[in-house]
């Protein structure tokens, strides 16, 4: 049985903001402490022409999309891994006004694609998606952000030696020694810049019990606020914030369609905003269903069309896009959270603190919003992350790396495209037919004693498992479920750990998953969710 009895599972609705309305505010409250200084930087990296719509955003993901979402722990919020596509965006049209009126048309149409994956329930197409090319997608994102972050960090200019402006990832990180070489007098920015860094990076080694419950860019703000006006920041240029718009301000842009040049531009931001964004909020609630101590599954379709509602409203008011967020759901769940209503309190802590400390906000230096999304940065595309896809095995490592490589190069959808293929070759290397591209037949036999055999034939790869999963949540829950694996070739590591994931969400019911025939397979690495290949 369950260890989680249904009876102390969090009531929803109202019921459950009359129930736990004392243990839901703190864990929101504390959370929008970490979102603030996130999304004004979010938001700023991403050149867009306020930092307060980063917030605006914030605010909309809490106080509306808390209503209609389809999990219960997760922060809905500007995430750091759509930097790159709102930033490209805008520069692909023209920048300024004009690229942020566009990019704002090209949401609110990839939002509308979003709620029309939940309607027609893609959700589970998330599955489909290689988890090397995943991760190698983040570690992309995140060596991205450093590349360009570091320029603000340091008040360096991006024009290289013969003075035009740099924007490729890999341009920017070899011209960093020329820009510090020539860089103006700029001691008071990298003095902030580098203070911040180092509280993002330090503090967390510091195991003193009381800073572990103050969020990381608190910390940031409480040094860098004071110590930015002692050094004499005192505009843009030096690093603070300008608010020059309202709220009421941002409704009357005019985010018309007219100088669309190149449709085909239009068409791949679209596909990059749609895709990703609700690939990672998936991938996110999937995450957070794991950490929830009441074992509550999210509905992934109702989910995608929560936050492709909220991404309507963020694209006409002029805000940035949303996800769930994976560190500020973490924190969440973390700080004891028990129901929506605590992303609800995130959003409502939000909208008090730009209604009454935006004097306060204005005084944030740029340099240590930068020094946070360098740091979120670090996270994403962390030494561990390449140690552990080695781990796993050499033909996640290739897949993980060929990801990085061509969306530095090109762009993100470029990049994961190209982690998808590489998986297929490996894995027809490795012995998977055509024929078994996008199917695997998969036999399901009762036995007398209310036992369930699963035998799946051929192989079970990321490309054809969304039908394996199919087959297994289709099982009657509380029973004894034996997977047989003897009859395939190949097994590879997404569809090992689609096993894992089945077996831990099937037992916590209940249930019992065996895996079997995998005596006769090799695995390509000691990890124990290696890919594996028979003959």
Known sequence: MSTISK???????????????????????????????????????????????????????????????????????????????????????????????????????????????????????????????????????????????????????????????????????????????????????????????????????IKVPFLKKIPIPMIVLLVVIPLGSYLGLKDMKGGLLKFDKSFIDILDYNASFEGVKNISVFVKYVVLFAIIGSLESLLTAKAVDMLDPFRRKSDFDKDIIAVGAGNILCGVLGGLPMISEVARSSANVNNGARTRWANFFHGFSLLLFMLFLTPVIQMIPNAALAALLIGVGIKLAHPKEFIHALHIGKEQFLIFVVTIFFTLFEDLLVGIAAGIVTELVINIVNGKKLSAMFKAPTKVEESEFNEYYVHIYDAAVFSNFLGIKTALNKLPKERNVVINLANTKLVDHSAMEGFHLFKHDYEEQGGKVTLTGLENHTPLSSHELAARKQG
């Open 7 to 205: 009876i102390n599972v969090p009531k929803d609705g109202i019921e459950g903001l009359k129930e736990n309305f004392g243990k839901d505010f703190l864990p929101g409250f504390m959370v929008s402490l970490l979102a603030l200084p996130l999304s004004l930087g979010i938001a700023k990296a991403s050149d867009f022409p306020n930092p307060m719509y980063g917030v605006l955003t914030a605010i909309i993901g809490g106080i509306v999309v808390s209503l209609l979402s389809g999990s219960r722990l997760t922060i809905k919020g500007p995430a750091a891994g759509l930097i790159v596509i709102v930033a490209g965006s805008i520069a692909d049209f023209g920048g300024g006004e004009t690229g942020w009126h566009l990019t704002l048309g090209v949401i609110i149409v990839a939002s509308v694609v979003q709620v029309l994956f939940g309607f027609f329930k893609l959700g589970k197409l998330s599955d489909f998606f290689p988890l090397s090319a995943v991760h190698g997608m983040l570690a992309a994102i995140g060596l991205i952000i450093i590349s360009k972050q570091s320029y603000i960090l340091l008040g360096l200019s991006t024009k290289g030696a013969d003075g035009n402006t740099i924007s490729s990832p890999f341009a920017l990180l070899g011209n960093l020694p020329y820009a510090i070489s020539h860089a103006s007098n700029n001691g008071a920015i990298v003095t902030v810049g580098l203070v911040a860094l180092a509280i993002v990076l330090l503090v967390p080694m």
